[in-house]
């Protein structure tokens, strides 16, 4: 991401910055095509919220799952799925050892599951959330996107690139502000069409990596 690349400037020196060259992921969305794998239907026939992360503590999840608490407590219309592991002797592990039953019952922890299954999930969902401190990019998002996933992303400078501004917004260390957009959440007011996707292809990032390969090949050649 740009993002990347300024944070590298800022704490590498290069005589050139122009040598660093920022070059998108490339994002293989036919791995979600496979119809012959079973999909849990039970977890695509009631609403939920949807977050892809793993057990690092810079992804925030225990934010996601305070703030679920508080939503359930109010407005328990939407249930929150996981996709990742949540384990023991981290925030979001311990949380959930605590958390009250009625809560608990509306979360469901899913891990080593299909490209069918997640790509259902992102498909169905009632919003995608990441509450994560930091991302080089964030594929999960990016997935999210080529489903045409209602966002509420923490608000990075990175997750606002790589989504054009689209999506909700908030700071990754208030619960409240998250709890509210979960209580106010209206999916017919939040869903988009993401035009971005193309810079994420395969003949998009293969083109760029031509350009420089070929540019590399021009200098080499104009110094003999």
């Not at 794998?37 to 934010?63: G, M, W």
């Not at 690139?161 to 502000?177: A, K, L």
């Amino acid at each position: 991401s740009e993002f990347t690349r300024q944070d590298i400037l800022n704490h590498y020196k290069f005589t050139d910055p122009r040598k660093v060259i920022r070059i998108y992921n490339y994002f293989n969305f036919g791995k979600f095509a496979d119809k012959q794998q079973v999909i849990d239907e039970r977890l695509i026939n009631v609403p939920y919220f949807l977050c892809v992360a793993s057990a690092d503590s810079h992804k925030n999840v225990i934010t996601i799952l305070r703030a679920f608490e508080k939503y359930c407590m109010r407005e328990p219309l939407i249930n929150l799925v996981v996709v990742g592991s949540v384990q023991d002797k981290t925030p979001a592990g311990d949380f959930l050892k605590t958390i009250d039953i009625r809560v608990k019952n509306r979360i469901s922890v899913r891990s080593g599951i299909s490209n069918t299954e997640i790509g259902n999930l992102y498909k169905h969902c009632e919003a995608y959330i990441t509450a994560s401190y930091f991302e080089g990019l964030g594929m999960p998002v990016v997935e999210a996107m080529y489903f045409n996933s209602p966002l509420i992303l923490s608000d990075l400078d990175v997750f606002r690139e790589i989504t054009g501004g689209e999506g909700i917004f908030f700071n990754p260390d208030s619960v409240e502000e998250l709890t509210s957009i979960m209580i106010n959440f209206d999916k017919k007011k939040c869903s988009c069409k993401y035009e971005s996707l193309e810079m994420f292809s395969e003949l998009e990032t293969s083109q760029k990596y031509i350009e420089i390969f070929n540019k590399q090949v021009q200098s080499v050649f104009e110094h003999f």
